[in-house]
């Protein structure tokens, strides 16, 4: 996957720019993720963010601790979203692929940690952009990317209750719905 980097770079940027499109009075607005408001959501990728460094750095759950824990937006959560970004860019392009990560399943390439995460923006993204009223598009190579790994792995996914309810898409529906599906989500 030598794109990973850059699949990375689009699902992270297209985030951002739903959470720089957020509404003063849209922070506490429902997602498709029922028990997620706006603000918890963009809360849960900050901290997505905040971890990256450190655990691609090879320290431990356990070094980190509870540091991350909580509220992690304070008063500003379009700065907060910022802040964590650079420092995310810059330690996912500088980790080789094959750096063992410590994560609390167990040890990964961080490859796999951070596609990992890269899915969590995409699709998250995706949650963000329908609660605020925003281009819920997802590119077509990151799409395509996340389908390819998940769709064949979809039973076995739903089977773990953390990728929402079977969802059926439409006949004829394109990738990008198909993908939603597989995370239970209807386009």
């Keep these: 996957m030598t794109e990973l980097k850059d699949l990375y770079q689009q699902a992270s940027d297209r985030f951002g720019e739903h959470v720089a499109a957020v509404g003063d009075g849209q922070w506490h607005a ?4 029922t028990d ?6 963009v809360n849960h990728l900050v901290s ?3 971890w990256l460094p ?5 320290k431990t759950i356990g070094d980190v601790g509870s540091t991350l824990d909580g509220d992690l937006l304070g008063d500003d959560p379009k700065a907060a979203w910022k802040d964590s970004v650079a420092e995310t860019n810059h330690a996912v ?3 080789p692929l094959d750096r063992t990560v410590h994560l609390s399943y167990g040890d990964v390439p961080a490859e796999h940690y951070i596609f990992e995460v890269t899915t969590d923006l995409a699709i998250h993204g995706w949650d963000l952009a329908r609660a605020i009223g925003a281009d819920e598009s997802i590119p077509t190579d990151l799409v395509d990317a996340l389908y390819e790994h998940y769709k064949p792995r979809e039973d076995r996914l739903k089977a773990s209750g953390l990728f929402g309810p079977k969802v059926e898409p439409p006949s ?3 990738r990008r719905t198909e993908l939603l599906a597989v995370f239970g989500r209807e386009a």
């Design 172 to 174: 004829g529906a394109d």
């Design 36 to 41: 997620w408001d706006v603000r918890v959501l």
């Design 93 to 95: 392009g500088e980790v």
């Design 48 to 50: 997505e963010n905040r």
């Design 54 to 58: 450190p655990l691609l750095a090879g």
């Design 30 to 33: 429902p997602t498709p993720c």
